[in-house]
């Protein structure tokens, strides 16, 4: 008879679909702590990111991706789609996000299609259902079913927690057995200096407006602890591709980039639990999202 230990199951989730659907609220969600950075923008993931959910029975290991969309355009949004699908040729399953309130596009039939080619097991997830009528939502599983036939659909909600815990089940079923990969206490792979980029460009996305957050990019130059004060000291380098958006992000005399500063030192000091001393500095890189030299440094 199979002991409870021979029984735990522990794998890698995709988490893919196209942009703006809700993929880095719903990994949030899921793992129960903020590791994924999340704004109302498309595209707003750029890398592989884990988010790692440990239960008595099961280790969930959920891996975050760039939207996929067929018509990349920059160097840095053709390795972001690259990313995506190369993760899923490494992962136990995926969890294909459709949005519930903007409804199955060409773009997500295109992906389902793709999907169809892979040899792993795929979960349909509508999201966003606390948006809509139950009378909207039942045709729209309708359509997801054939959209992916034989396949399971949850309708959750990463907002309300409606159904997170059916697709918690039925991801961890579809998983192999074996040891947990992760320690108990671990929510992300993502180093600390990376955590810290990934929430001053959080806050760039969400103080800056049309084409200027796709042209942004920070890289974390100094982090250092100095454990006898408290005291985490961050220096930040925020990349922009031309002179008029290093003005737009700097702001009339300094007001913005001091708004960004602001906002993300207080998520840094409530992520890691100290005061944060935060320098931002802009420059400008120019073309850098086609620039090889630079995405190799943000991973890409």
């Avoid at 609220?25 to 988010?51: C, E, M, S, Y």
């Avoid at 806050?203 to 985490?232: D, I, R």
Wanted: charged share 25%; aromatic share 4%.
């Amino acid at each position: 008879m199979d002991t409870p230990e021979s029984q735990h199951r522990c794998g890698f989730v995709a988490i893919v679909g196209r942009p703006n659907v809700g993929k880095s609220t719903l990994l949030n969600a899921l793992v129960g702590a903020k590791v994924a950075i999340v704004t109302p923008k498309p595209q707003t993931t750029r890398t592989r990111l884990l988010g790692i959910k440990t239960l008595p029975q099961a280790q969930l290991i959920f891996v975050d991706t760039p939207g996929i969309h067929h018509h990349p355009g920059s160097l840095l949004n053709q390795r972001m789609v690259e990313r995506a699908l190369r993760t899923l040729q490494e992962t136990d399953c995926a969890a294909f996000v459709i949005d519930a309130q903007q409804g199955i596009t060409a773009e997500d039939e295109r992906i389902a299609t793709s999907l169809a080619t892979l040899r792993l097991p795929v979960i349909g997830v509508v999201s966003k259902i606390d948006l809509m009528t139950k009378g909207g939502l039942l045709p729209l599983l309708e359509r997801a079913a054939r959209l992916l036939p034989e396949r399971e659909i949850v309708p959750v909600s990463a907002v309300t927690g409606e159904n997170l815990e059916e697709l918690q089940n039925t991801l961890m079923a579809a998983l192999p057995v074996g040891p947990a990969l992760y320690s108990s206490d671990e929510l992300t792979d993502q180093s600390e200096r990376v955590l810290a980029q990934e929430i001053v460009r959080e806050q760039l996305f969400l103080h800056t407006h049309q084409e200027v957050p796709y042209a942004t990019a920070v890289v974390v130059e100094e982090f250092t602890e100095k454990a006898e004060k408290s005291l985490l000291l961050i220096r930040a380098v925020i990349y922009v591709e031309r002179p008029s958006q290093r003005a737009i992000v700097i702001g009339e005399r300094g007001a913005r980039l001091k708004q960004i500063g602001q906002a993300a030192r207080l998520q840094l000091e409530a992520f890691f639990g100290c005061k944060v001393f935060l320098e931002l500095f802009v420059k400008v890189a120019k073309d850098w999202t086609n620039n090889p030299d630079i995405l190799r440094e943000l991973g890409l």
